[in-house]
C-alpha cells in the first residue's frame, strides 16, 4: 500500500520544483499552456491573456504563468523536433496565427493519423494562402515549423491567381493539379458566395442579358442548359432554354421558325424586343 505521506511529500516537492522551473509551450490567442514536471502535467493560463506565441513561461501559483519572454527561434526548432512532421498547403485563416490547411498527400495523412481531414495550425508566423508548409504536432495539436522550400511554387502562384479571378472549384485547371490542391481550393473558396458555381451561373446571365437590355428573374438548371426566365425592358416576361457552353438559344420561348439557335441570350432580347 503506497505510503500517503510520502505521496504527499512527492507532490509538496514537485510543486516546489515546478515554482522553480521556466518552460518553453506553445501558446494560442485565449488558450492555456501545459508543462510535465516530476512526471505530472501542470496546466495554466497565460499571463498576459491575450498572449499568441512560443514563450518561455514562469508559474505564479498554480493556476497561472507568466510570460517571461519570447522563445528565439532555435529553441522553438528544438521543442518541435520531438513531433513528427506532416505537409500541407494553407487553404485561410481562422484567427490569429491560426490557419486550416490540408494535407498535400492524402496517403501519407491517413497511414499517420488513420484519417483524413483539414486540420488546424497554430502559430502560422509566415505564408500565405496555398502556400505549402510543414507542421509538427501529437496528433491532436499541430504548429507550423516552416515554409516547405520543396514545392512548386507555381501551385500557389495558380491558385492565387484562380482565386483572385474568383474562379470556381469546378473549373479549376492547371498543370500539375492534385484532388489535394482542388480539395485546399474549395475550403479557402466555399465560405465566399462569390465563388460558388450557381452564382456564378447567376452573374453570367445577368450580364448577357443586362447587355441586351433584359432583366433575369430567375433560372433552373436542367443538365446541359438552363430554363431562363428574364423580362424585356418594357416588363413583358419570357422562358427560354439556354445552352450552358455559349449562351446559344436551344428554344426562345416563340416561334423563331426554326432559327433559335442562330441567337444567343443577349441578342435574344433584341429580337423580343423588336417582334
Not at 498576459?48 to 506565441?53: A, L, N, Q, Y
Not at 532555435?74 to 518541435?80: A, G, K, R, S
Not at 500541407?88 to 483524413?116: F, I, S
Request: aromatic content about 10%; overall charge neutral; proline content about 4%.
Amino acid at each position: 500500500m503506497t505510503n500517503i505521506f510520502k505521496l504527499i511529500n512527492e507532490i509538496a516537492s514537485a510543486e516546489a520544483q515546478l515554482f522553480a522551473t521556466q518552460f518553453l509551450a506553445p501558446c494560442v490567442k485565449g488558450g492555456r499552456v501545459r508543462t510535465r514536471v516530476a512526471g505530472m502535467v501542470y496546466t495554466f493560463s497565460p499571463k498576459p491573456s491575450k498572449f499568441e506565441g512560443w514563450g518561455i513561461f514562469q508559474p505564479l501559483d498554480e493556476k497561472t504563468a507568466t510570460v517571461v519572454e519570447a522563445a528565439d527561434l532555435l529553441q522553438v526548432t528544438e521543442y518541435l523536433q520531438h513531433f513528427p512532421q506532416i505537409r500541407l498547403r494553407l487553404a485561410h485563416q481562422l484567427r490569429g496565427q491560426t490557419w486550416l490547411a490540408y494535407p498535400v498527400n492524402e496517403a501519407d495523412m491517413r497511414q499517420r493519423l488513420q484519417v483524413v481531414k483539414p486540420i488546424a495550425i497554430h502559430l502560422v508566423t509566415e505564408g500565405i494562402a496555398f502556400e505549402q508548409i510543414i507542421a509538427r504536432g501529437n496528433g491532436q495539436s499541430w504548429w507550423f515549423e516552416e515554409i516547405d522550400r520543396r514545392t512548386d511554387l507555381a501551385i500557389a502562384e495558380a491558385l492565387q491567381s484562380a482565386f483572385k479571378q474568383m474562379i470556381p472549384a469546378a473549373k479549376l485547371q492547371f498543370q500539375g493539379i492534385t484532388p489535394e490542391i482542388r480539395t485546399v481550393y474549395e475550403l479557402a473558396t466555399k465560405r465566399i458566395e462569390g465563388f460558388s458555381q450557381p452564382y456564378q451561373d447567376e452573374k453570367r446571365l445577368q450580364k448577357a442579358l443586362q447587355m441586351g437590355g433584359g432583366e433575369l428573374k430567375q433560372f433552373h438548371d436542367r443538365g446541359d442548359y438552363w430554363t431562363v426566365d428574364w423580362t424585356t425592358a418594357d416588363g413583358v416576361r419570357h422562358s427560354s432554354a439556354i445552352a450552358k457552353t455559349d449562351l446559344t438559344v436551344i428554344s426562345s420561348g416563340i416561334c423563331l421558325s426554326g432559327y433559335d439557335r442562330n441567337f444567343d441570350l443577349q441578342s435574344l432580347v433584341g429580337v423580343m424586343e423588336g417582334r
